[in-house]
């Protein structure tokens, strides 16, 4: 199965996991190549701002560069890296890891289905709410999974509010990423998706809008720096107490 531009986003959506099976192997070098990519993970771990003993899912953890983001802040917190791609899931699996971490291969729409025992201190989805199926049954499941008090944060690339973001995100993705993705994974067509469906994700205004919807508070969103000032932001937010 592939996923063809043709098709609707929603129908890409479902292939994602697919998809990343097959750029598994290359997918560290790859993301190597950006600049940042690997610190603002970082950030975003950081902006948690959880106990060090925290018990923290990490949601599409893919290649678990997310989830080496959350152990280098948090060395004894208690993790468990979900994701619906088996061969993303085994590279992460394969690495070394300081202290355990439970693995989960299942969907991020619902998490507790696949295994993840809430209630969670805080919740990393790094490039992964754009993909779900349904953001809002999504974020429904995420909020009961959290500990009231607990901390979210989603990594995510948002462009719609600004068109400087938009253009620069569109000749990045054009110049550097989709003929980089042709180099180390060729015939997939996971780059051309990442480009559309970013253009295509929510605003900042907007997802912060549909956060407080689904019931969170202190919503919050906090910048990158580098190119991806203004692409890529930490959206954060609590369940109340
Ligand atoms: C861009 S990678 C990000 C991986 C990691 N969080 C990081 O920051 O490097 C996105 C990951 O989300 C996973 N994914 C996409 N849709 C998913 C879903 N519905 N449920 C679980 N994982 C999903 C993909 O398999 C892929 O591994």
């Not at 009231?148 to 600004?162: L, M, N, R």
């Not at 015939?187 to 253009?199: E, F, H, N, T």
């Not at 900042?204 to 969170?216: D, H, I, P, T």
């Amino acid at each position: 199965m592939s996923l063809q531009t043709s098709s609707s986003l929603d129908e890409q959506k479902r292939r994602v996991p697919t998809a990343f099976n097959r750029v598994a192997r290359r997918y560290d070098l790859l993301t190597g190549l950006n600049p940042g990519y690997r610190r603002h993970l970082g950030y975003s771990a950081s902006r948690l701002a959880l106990r060090d003993d925290a018990k923290i899912l990490d949601l599409c953890c893919g290649t678990g560069l997310s989830t080496a983001a959350l152990r280098d802040t948090y060395p004894r917190a208690s993790l468990t890296a979900l994701d619906a791609s088996e061969g993303m899931l085994l590279r992460a699996q394969r690495k070394r890891w300081a202290g355990e971490v439970r693995w989960l291969l299942g969907d991020a729409m619902d998490p507790a289905a696949a295994g993840a025992e809430g209630p969670y201190d805080g919740i990393l989805m790094a490039y992964g709410i754009r993909n779900v199926a349904d953001a809002d049954t999504c974020l429904a499941n995420l909020f009961d999974l959290l500990a009231p008090g607990g901390t979210i944060c989603f990594h995510e690339y948002s462009v719609a509010d600004s068109l400087r973001s938009r253009a620069l995100w569109n000749f990045v993705a054009g110049a550097v990423i989709i003929p980089a993705g042709v180099v180390t994974s060729p015939g997939s067509p996971i780059y051309r998706y990442l480009r559309r469906s970013v253009v295509e994700f929510d605003g900042v205004k907007a997802f912060e809008s549909r956060l407080r919807r689904a019931g969170f508070t202190e919503v919050r969103t906090l910048p990158m720096d580098g190119w991806q000032r203004g692409i890529v932001h930490s959206f954060l937010a609590e369940r109340p107490r």
